[in-house]
Structures are given as structure tokens and as C-alpha cells.
Nanobody, 119 residues
Framework: QVQLVESGGGLVQAGGSLRLSCAAS????????TGWYRQAPGKQRDLVAS???????NYDDSVKGRFTISLDHAKNTVYLQMNSLKPEDTAIYYC?????????????WGQGTQVTVSS
């Protein structure tokens, strides 16, 4: 069983920064990709940023240039550095770890951490 534990959420003013952390109970090298999703009230859960085991990153257009995803293999931790935060970034942020293969895949999720950006 894989466990993902997020931390680092909170309340911040617009223009501020937060860093989210996601600690995995297994080596993050064992996942095809890890990433961060977010879900605002009444909306679907959307991808914010992802990083493949080889280091290739992908960002939603709304966060490009402001957010940075990174891995620390020694700590089995995925980070999301969020700068220049906007009120529209307010959401619950979920860590995701995915395994993909030719015969299928599986996704693992953290419990979520609240990020609130005040104007």
C-alpha cells in the first residue's frame, strides 16, 4: 500500500508564496510520474503540474512561470513551489503518484491540503 502525505498548505495573501510537500511511503523512482492536482469548490479536480521519473515536467497554463514542481529522491518527496499566488489558486491540492505499464496503471492520492489565497 502506497501512502502519500501532503503538507505545507495554508492561508497566504495574493502575491505570496507557499511550498507544498508530498512524502511517499515508497521510492518515488518506482512511479511513472508524480504530480499535483487541485480542486476548487464546485469544480472538477484538475492537473496543476506533473513530473516524470526522468525529470520531464508539465504545467497547466494557468501556473506556468509561477509554480515549480521538483523531486527529492533521497527523501521520496515531491514539492510544489508556488510563487505569485492569486486568489484563483485557492483550492484543495492533492498529491498524485501514478504507475503506468503496457497492461494497465494505478493512481495513488494523498489526503489533500488546503491552499487559500486572500485578495
Amino acid at each position: 500500500q502506497v501512502q502519500l502525505v501532503e503538507s505545507g498548505g495554508g492561508l497566504v495573501q495574493a502575491g505570496g508564496s507557499l511550498r507544498l510537500s508530498c512524502a511517499a511511503s515508497r521510492s518515488i523512482s518506482s512511479f511513472t510520474a508524480t504530480g499535483w492536482y487541485r480542486q476548487a469548490p464546485g469544480k472538477q479536480r484538475d492537473l496543476v503540474a506533473s513530473i516524470r521519473s526522468g525529470g520531464m515536467t508539465n504545467y497547466d497554463d494557468s501556473v506556468k512561470g509561477r509554480f515549480t514542481i521538483s523531486l527529492d529522491h533521497a527523501k521520496n518527496t515531491v514539492y510544489l513551489q508556488m510563487n505569485s499566488l492569486k486568489p484563483e489558486d485557492t483550492a484543495i491540492y492533492y498529491c498524485n503518484a501514478a504507475r503506468r505499464s503496457a497492461i494497465g496503471g494505478r493512481d495513488y492520492w494523498g489526503q489533500g491540503t488546503q491552499v487559500t489565497v486572500s485578495s
